[in-house]
């Protein structure tokens, strides 16, 4: 019986020079892409627009105001974890860009404004950004790195 992999040679990845950073072995891609910051950017904007209007009374005074305040309080977290590429903090974003979306499709259906759709589009086009493989490979679990102590 032949010894496994006597006459084989290892496997080989030819598409990596393609997908990683020059220099950089096999699952270790640093650093954080431009669209991954103007995303986080975008959203910790539109969290800022929400709060304040929900300070204003725009989304009234009743529960619908406080959840906004949650909703904003969610996105601004998850957008400072995304920023040091943390997984939960783009769970956060990537949950908070799919649902955006849908909300501004479901006011535009109701609503017939543009302002909705656009918008509502650039934020799908965000969902799918963030789905990439390239985006997942850079970020880190709280696992990989050692507590401070």
Known sequence: MPEPNSNNRPAEDLGFRSRHLPGTPAGEAKGMLPGMAAIGMFLLLIAMLNAFAAIRDVFGTGIARYGIFGVCTLF?????????????????????????????????????????????LLELCFFLYLVRTEVRERLHSSLDQPAVQ
């Open 76 to 120: 601004a977290v998850g957008v400072f974890g995304f920023l040091r590429l943390r997984r939960w903090g783009w769970a956060l974003v990537t949950a908070g860009c799919l649902v955006m979306a849908s909300g501004d499709g479901y006011l535009f259906s109701r609503n017939h404004v543009g302002f909705f759709m656009v918008r509502g």
